[in-house]
């Protein structure tokens, strides 16, 4: 029985653009046991997908924390006995992980930081989508995959009863068809202004929606601060009060998705609900724009200064923040009409 081990240690968004590598692996070798080292913040999404069998947490940033355990978690890596390791995340951790662990087909980017710890490096093409990029790796493995594979999360029973009981406790139940903005970002320039999500938030009550605001415990004041400007018993907050695998199940039940280029907007990809993404500081040639069919991206176009980053900042450069300012609140409400009808 063949084994391969996945790494991906980066963000929520990063790991659910990671699916794709694992589901077609999967797909092409089905007998084959698909492991992932992952991080406690993105766990739940790899434990509960049936192209995963183990997962293996790296609290890369608490517990395991420095060589001490960097070394415990190569231990349970070299007890995998994997064959190949792919290795889509770019830091010389998750390269110098695969290597202490003994696994003897490392594969990962001419880009990583620890390239010279790999034993087979595909080049990075920054004009394709991060699952284009992420599939590439399988090429080694003699897997040259064409189609468009999306990824795909799997909510459990505790979930949707989870938001069941959110949307109960929310008073949901008029029959209205439910929109979700999720106004938050780690980076404060990928953020579109708040008096405009606010806005938004009213036009979707005119059009006869319910709004749930959707994010971590981090957005919870924004979204608060969202909902009582619009002022309405049909806003509710989830930020804070679902998981990801339940706030992918809220969203899923979202005739649409509102987003900064942030996590929530995979999750939309991911439930295949149309999401309408807003592009600040960053731009969608990146390669993490929402890969699904059924989605619109807004940005302002022309600006000289943008991208200002790869990640996004926390203000911006030349303090005048015209990629979000320039972007209105019809621009956002007409896009999701044309994409919703």
Same mark, same amino acid.
């Given at each position: ?22 589901q ?26 049936p192209?995963?069998?183990?997962? =293996?947490? @790296? &609290?890369?940033?608490? +517990? ?7 070394? $415990?978690?190569?231990? #349970?890596?070299? *007890? ?16 110098f992980?695969a ?7 490392? =594969?990962? @980017? &001419?880009?990583?930081a +620890? ?7 595909? $080049?990075?093409?920054? #004009?394709?989508h *991060? ?26 029973? =505790? ?46 009550l ?5 709004v749930?605001?959707?994010g971590?415990?981090?957005?919870g004041?924004?979204?608060?601060e ?9 806003v ?20 649409v ?26 731009v969608p ?17 022309g ?17 005048t ?21």
């Amino acid at each position: 029985m063949k084994r391969y081990l996945v790494i991906q240690t980066a963000f929520i968004g990063d790991a659910i653009l990671t699916l794709p590598l694992i589901q077609v692996l999967k797909k092409v070798e089905p007998e084959a046991l698909v492991d992932a080292v992952v991080i406690p913040r993105t766990s739940e999404l790899f434990s509960t997908h049936p192209a995963v069998d183990r997962v =293996i947490v @790296f &609290d890369k940033r608490g +517990g395991d924390r420095g060589i001490s355990g960097l070394w $415990r978690i190569a231990r #349970s890596v070299g *007890e995998g006995r994997y064959e190949a390791a792919l290795v889509p995340h770019r830091s010389l951790r998750s390269a110098f992980l695969a290597r202490i662990g003994r696994v003897p087909v490392r =594969i990962g @980017f &001419d880009r990583s930081a +620890g390239w010279f710890l790999l034993t087979e490096t595909i $080049r990075y093409q920054p #004009s394709w989508h *991060e699952v284009e990029r992420n599939l590439s790796l399988l090429g080694p493995l003699g897997i040259q995959w064409k189609d468009k594979e999306l990824p795909t999360l799997f909510p459990g029973s =505790i979930d949707v009863e989870k938001v069941d009981e959110f949307l109960a406790k929310s008073k949901f139940s008029d029959g209205a068809a439910l929109a979700g903005i999720a106004p938050g970002s780690v980076w404060k320039t990928k953020r579109w202004l708040e008096d405009r999500y606010t806005e938004l938030t009213k036009n979707l009550l005119a059009e006869g929606f319910s709004v749930a605001l959707i994010g971590g415990r981090e957005d919870g004041r924004l979204c608060q601060e969202i909902k009582a400007g619009a002022a309405s018993p049909r806003v509710a907050v989830a930020a804070g009060e679902l998981s990801l695998l339940q706030s992918a199940e809220l969203i899923r039940r979202c005739r649409v998705l509102v987003s900064n280029d942030s996590a929530p907007m995979h999750l939309a990809v991911a439930m295949r609900t149309p999401v309408v993404a807003i592009f600040g500081a960053t731009v969608p040639e990146f390669g993490f724009a929402p890969y699904g069919n059924n989605s619109a991206i807004l940005g302002t176009k022309g600006l000289p200064c943008r991208p200002c980053s790869v990640h996004g900042g926390q203000r911006c450069p030349i303090k005048t923040f015209d990629c979000m300012v320039n972007i209105s609140t019809e621009d956002v409400s007409n896009k999701v009409r044309e994409l919703i009808g």
